[in-house]
């Protein structure tokens, strides 16, 4: 009967570690995607500063509006991330609105310093992981397009067969040329 007891205890002891445990892992995985928001952030920082003087060199104001960052694939170590913003350009009084994104693949280094290593149209998912963290609560309907977006773009290698995924079917091709 001794053992018995010890045995419902050292269960009920795991259950209550196992559930205590589970919301802290979720906890911590929300802490390392907002240090990768604010890492994506800094880098969007340098690039409205380079714009915004770009801009100012031919006489002109922009004003950037980050609406939303999302962290697309990948962990601490490589991540793809995408920004969406706004832009109000100023010339001679006269405004332009526009809205727009920025796509940006970030490593880091040996030195523990991140840097772009690919950005715009040619920064894919390669070899990450789908993560789909954004900034800003967001239906997991619209992060699913937005990975959609990406894997249009993307072509991969079978056997000597090229195929795209694209929102209405696969196109393939035979001949090793890549298609889209």
């Not at 056997?159 to 090793?176: C, F, Q, R």
């Amino acid at each position: 009967m001794n053992k018995k007891k010890r045995f419902i205890i050292m269960g009920i002891i795991i259950f209550a570690v196992i559930l205590i445990s589970i919301p802290l892992y979720f906890n911590y995985q929300k802490k390392q995607m907002n240090k990768l928001i604010d890492i994506t952030n800094k880098f969007f920082e340098e690039y409205v500063k380079e714009s915004k003087e770009s801009y100012t060199k031919n006489n002109m104001n922009a004003t950037y509006k980050p609406t939303e960052i999302i962290i697309i694939a990948g962990d601490k170590n490589e991540f793809l991330a995408k920004v969406y913003f706004e832009i109000d350009i100023d010339v001679d009084g006269e405004r332009d609105y526009t809205s727009t994104e920025r796509t940006m693949r970030i490593k880091k280094n040996d030195n523990n310093e991140y840097k772009i290593v690919d950005e715009g149209n040619s920064a894919t998912i390669d070899g990450l992981k789908l993560v789909n963290y954004s900034n800003k609560d967001k239906d997991k309907e619209l992060l699913n397009k937005t990975k959609e977006e990406l894997d249009t773009s993307e072509h991969k290698k079978v056997a000597g067969i090229y195929y795209s995924i694209e929102p209405d079917g696969i196109k393939l091709s035979y001949d090793k040329k890549k298609r889209g």
